[in-house]
């Protein structure tokens, strides 16, 4: 197979035209304050799981937005459901909701 | 009868009133501190130009003198009754009832109260000030500044959104000025602290007006002033009176933290509680922010539900000074058209 | 620059607490991890106070733990705690003491739930009567057993034999106070002081001369986190949270450290002494750790109660250098007797944790 020793590179654009937003419309339908995310970082900030592991709920919100749902299933596993975000979140989301939604969705959608 | 009754004295109601008396109206200014400026009087600097906010305000308080336009200080507004004719009534903690044929109301904004953001930790940790008080501080700096805990400044940060664009202070809006205002003050802790640190801590930038950006690419280029984007989700004190920060720097989606000597919190605008009086005493409708809400935002936007009762600047938004002071002119125009039309 | 006058705002956060009959509802874990405060807690209440407070042994857990770590269903955990809510009716009792932070968040949960979700009130009664035949009325009062004691904190400070003063100097001890997370952190009104600067117990760490030192992480969890705990793998996150507050208290050179929560005294305490076997490195001056209290154990040892009968001997750092720079009595020849005197077994002293850990075997 590695005849020539290169292949094509596999493009790193997000391709929004074959975005997969089946999850997201789940999301929504379920805990309509997930799309009011301004992405100020405010529970990332506190998040017990973010500061000791690379979990970030902000980007997880843009990545499910942008359709990116590979290994989105490890990732949603690193929260531990404090709850702090919820707290802090200027937009009022139910954070904490929208994950157990995810997790549901995930299930539910059949997404690996 | 007077023609129109101004309610508050700060550069809204002052600018209105000239333009009134220019006119040809008799015009009166019901102002409830013991003198006019309204919150102009505690800012130290104005954007974008960094002028002394005194020389606006002596402007003003120069022209009033000038017309001779009567003044009413320590006079505050406890109700307006429209009456049958179409005119106004108003009570004050005076013995005096004034008559009126229209109002302007200009009764501006209250700051937010930074104490109700518990975990920033105003008014709990010395070294947490608001962006007013530093400008009170700046109006009267004199040698080295310091921190209110006495230390010297080796670090500032302002934070941006105090109270603005968060629904759990109840404000979903965006307070307009408080973006440039950090710059702006972040500039000026460089220029005096030129071996501080300065940070700003904004969710988004929004540098709207003339010469805002430029300001803001000064701050970058002249001062090293560094812009993180992350909102601030809780502050701590550590032993030696500096504070510990905790924020997540979203551009490279890692949490942060930090320590400063000096921490200022942007706080926004709120609306008065004059305009929930206003309401209460002749059903002015107020917007869902609680400002009071122009009867057509774009066409007619110094008028109210109430006929005869106008308003201008801060009452309706959180405005800047060079807005307040158009939308005050606009006003003048607005009460004219209607007192010529019903006289 | 002006100093700002300090701020109250913490002061809006005021909850009624009942004044006496209450219905105890004990912890599922504390009478492991320290067995005698729940019985201190009794002690001081009826014996100290006057008070009526009643239990039922039919008084079950309320599933926190469970429901937390994702294993129990919501429902299932609204029909357990109504039928805690009806042992209380059957004793004619309208106010909830409950010795678990857990707990406490729970019920107030659930009935923040009922109040907004009242066809869900509906339901749990229909699954309760289903179950049990059993009917229940809400609480008029819900309170955390560290409520009743800050309510009650300036007449056991009357009472009290000793002060939080260090009897060599003269000064105020220094205590890093923490809270559990269900205290407050949810539900801010439904806690003295609201979740960012609660006063339960700063407020009795005052009423009993002490003085609060407010460290960086203070709002922190203690570490536990449930499944932080109770799954192995994820025991790096607990140790790592809690090692996170105490890096932070550290410069301040706390007393000791007191809790209102059946798991924060517990990791707070037990894992002072994992960091020093793992890590070599103890939070205090002289090696042996910083004494970790219950607020019963707090009021007993003000109270002037016996060390060993508040159940002291059960913790991983010896409170000794505690109850000695306050000037209690205590007999250390007592601490690992049983009830009828009889010697028990002496633990090991850990070597890791410098110096003597166990003052009794080295004495």
Same mark, same amino acid.
């Given at each position: ?35 009011? %995310? /301004?992405? *100020? +970082?405010? =529970?990332?900030?506190? #998040?017990?799981? !973010?500061?000791? @592991?690379?979990?970030? &709920? ?20 690193? %929260? /531990?459901? *404090? +709850?702090? =975000?919820?707290?802090? #979140?200027?937009? !009022?989301?139910? @954070?904490?909701?929208? &994950? ?13 | ?343 | ?363």
């Amino acid at each position: 197979m590695n005849k020539f020793g290169f292949a094509p590179a596999k493009s790193r654009v997000i391709e929004y035209d074959s975005m997969h937003n089946q999850l997201l419309d789940y999301i929504i339908a379920n805990e309509p304050s997930f799309s009011t %995310c /301004m992405s *100020c +970082g405010s =529970c990332t900030a506190t #998040c017990s799981a !973010g500061n000791l @592991t690379d979990f970030n &709920i902000r980007r997880l919100n843009i990545q499910i937005r942008h359709g990116e749902l590979d290994g989105i299933r490890q990732e949603i596993d690193k %929260c /531990m459901l *404090c +709850g702090k =975000c919820l707290l802090v #979140c200027p937009r !009022g989301i139910n @954070t904490r909701n929208a &994950i157990m939604i995810i997790k549901k969705g995930i299930v539910n959608l059949g997404i690996e | 009868m007077i023609d129109v009754l101004i309610i508050g004295g700060g550069i809204a109601g002052m600018e209105a009133a000239c333009t009134l008396h220019d006119l040809g109206f008799e015009t009166l200014i019901l102002e409830k501190e013991k003198q006019l400026g309204g919150h102009l009087r505690n800012w130290d600097t104005l954007f974008p130009t960094k002028r002394k906010a005194s020389e606006v305000l002596e402007h003003y308080v120069k022209e009033i003198q000038q017309r001779g336009i009567t003044v009413y200080l320590n006079t505050d507004v406890t109700s307006v009754k429209k009456q049958e004719d179409g005119t106004f009534e108003l009570n004050t903690g005076r013995e005096v009832q004034f008559k009126t044929k229209t109002v302007l109301m200009t009764t501006g904004y209250a700051l937010f109260n930074a104490e109700r953001k518990e975990e920033y930790g105003y008014k709990i940790y010395d070294n947490v000030i608001t962006s007013a008080d530093l400008e009170k501080i700046l109006q009267t700096a004199k040698g080295e500044l310091r921190s209110p805990s006495g230390n010297s400044i080796q670090s500032v940060a302002f934070v941006h959104c105090v109270g603005s664009r968060d629904e759990k202070s109840g404000n979903h809006y965006c307070s307009n000025v408080c973006c440039v205002t950090g710059v702006k003050q972040a500039i000026k802790m460089r220029q005096l602290l030129p071996e501080a640190q300065v940070f700003n801590f904004y969710m988004d930038l929004r540098m709207y007006g003339s010469g805002f950006e430029e300001m803001y690419r000064e701050a970058q280029e002249q001062w090293h002033v560094q812009f993180i984007r992350g909102r601030l989700s809780e502050v701590a004190e550590t032993i030696d009176k500096r504070l510990q920060l905790k924020a997540e720097d979203t551009l490279s989606a890692r949490p942060l933290r930090m320590h400063v000597d000096l921490l200022v919190l942007l706080v926004g605008m709120e609306s008065n509680k004059a305009a929930a009086d206003f309401a209460q005493s002749c059903n002015l409708a107020c917007a869902p922010s609680r400002f009071v809400q122009p009867k057509d935002f774009h066409i007619e936007s110094n008028k109210t539900n109430v006929e005869g009762l106008f308003t201008a600047g801060t009452a309706i938004a959180p405005l800047s000074v060079f807005d307040t002071v158009n939308h005050a002119k606009a006003a003048a125009l607005s009460v004219s058209e209607y007192l010529k039309k019903n006289n | 620059m002006q100093k700002q006058p300090k701020s109250t705002q913490w002061s809006l956060y005021q909850k009624e607490i009942a004044n006496d009959n209450y219905f105890y509802g004990r912890s599922c874990i504390r009478q492991n991890f320290f067995p005698a405060s729940e019985k201190t807690f009794l002690k001081i209440l009826r014996e100290e106070l006057g008070k009526t407070v009643l239990e039922d042994p039919n008084h079950t857990t309320c599933t926190g733990i469970g429901y937390h770590s994702d294993v129990v269903p919501f429902d299932t955990t609204q029909t357990v705690v109504a039928r805690q809510f009806s042992l209380m009716t059957a004793m004619g009792l309208k106010n909830m003491a409950l010795s678990c932070i857990t707990s406490f968040g729970l019920y107030t949960e659930i009935l923040d739930t009922w109040h907004h979700f009242p066809e869900q009130l509906a339901k749990i009664r229909e699954l309760l009567y289903k179950a049990t035949k059993r009917e229940f009325e809400l609480p008029e009062n819900i309170a955390h057993a560290s409520d009743v004691i800050y309510k009650f904190r300036n007449e056991i400070a009357q009472k009290a034999k000793y002060k939080l003063v260090n009897k060599e100097t003269g000064e105020p001890l220094r205590v890093v106070e923490h809270i559990g997370c269900h205290y407050s952190k949810m539900f801010p009104q439904s806690g003295v002081g609201g979740a960012e600067f609660p006063q339960v117990l700063s407020g009795m760490v005052e009423a009993f001369g002490g003085e609060i030192v407010d460290y960086p992480e203070r709002r922190h969890c203690c570490g536990f986190g449930f499944r932080n705990y109770l799954v192995q793998a994820n025991r790096a996150y607990s140790i790592s949270n809690t090692k996170k507050k105490f890096e932070s208290m550290e410069p301040f050179k706390p007393d000791f450290i007191i809790t209102n929560c059946p798991g924060c005294p517990m990791f707070l305490d037990r894992w002072q002494y994992a960091i020093a076997e793992m890590e070599g490195k103890t939070y205090d001056a002289q090696g042996k750790g910083i004494p970790v209290l219950t607020y019963e154990e707090l009021a007993g040892m003000v109270l002037g109660y016996n060390p060993w009968d508040l159940g002291m001997q059960m913790h991983q750092i010896g409170v000794e250098s505690l109850l000695d720079k306050i000037g209690v009595a205590y007999n250390p020849e007592d601490k690992y007797k049983d009830i009828h005197g009889n010697q028990l077994p002496v633990p090991e002293c850990p070597a890791s944790l410098r110096g003597k850990i166990l003052d009794t075997k080295h004495k």
